[in-house]
């Protein structure tokens, strides 16, 4: 069997054997092909003045919420300070339990305002690096992610703090 299998395959070096060509087809000949650079890509004018709307309500978004982080972080403080050294379970833990549940519920925004924030970097990302709204978007892009890093680890030190069983 094996010899019939060898047989067939030494068939086709032979010469007056019919085998398709190896050459390249008509339609396999490699095109050129011109690259034409377009310049800096920029957005219309409706999709500027949405940008420009979408900034001016996630930077209102923004300032709101850290002042209402700053609140509540100082709130948070002030009851982690006076559960520091109480048993665990007692009343100062408890309240401090609650100030930081308030805390975390005040912080439920941020992660929701960095995607937003993020969906509109990713918008602006092919602009040219020194265009004005990509600046914008970067700016403020920086300042939610620094406030949303920020107060994770506030609420996580300060879970942390209150783990401690006494």
């Known amino acids: 069997m094996l010899l019939a299998l060898t047989h067939g395959l030494a068939g086709c070096a032979l010469p007056d054997a019919q085998s398709p060509s190896l050459l390249p087809r008509p339609q396999e000949t490699p095109r050129q092909i011109a690259v034409v650079d377009p310049g800096p890509l920029r957005l219309s004018a409706e999709e500027a003045a949405q940008l420009e709307a979408d900034l001016a ?30 048993a665990w379970g007692s009343l100062p833990w408890a ?13 439920l925004p941020v992660p929701a305002l960095r995607l937003r924030v993020e969906a509109s970097r990713m918008m602006v990302d092919p602009l040219a690096a020194d265009d004005r709204l990509r600046r914008a978007v970067e700016a403020l892009h920086t300042r939610v992610a620094a406030l949303d890093s920020r107060s994770a680890a506030t609420a996580e030190a300060a879970a942390r703090a209150l783990d401690r069983r006494g």
């Open 57 to 86: 309500r996630d930077t209102a978004a923004l300032a709101a919420a850290e002042r209402a982080l700053a609140a509540a972080e100082r709130t948070l403080a002030a009851a982690l300070a006076r559960a520091r050294g109480a």
């Open 95 to 107: 309240d401090a339990q609650s100030e930081l549940s308030r805390f975390e519920e005040v912080r």
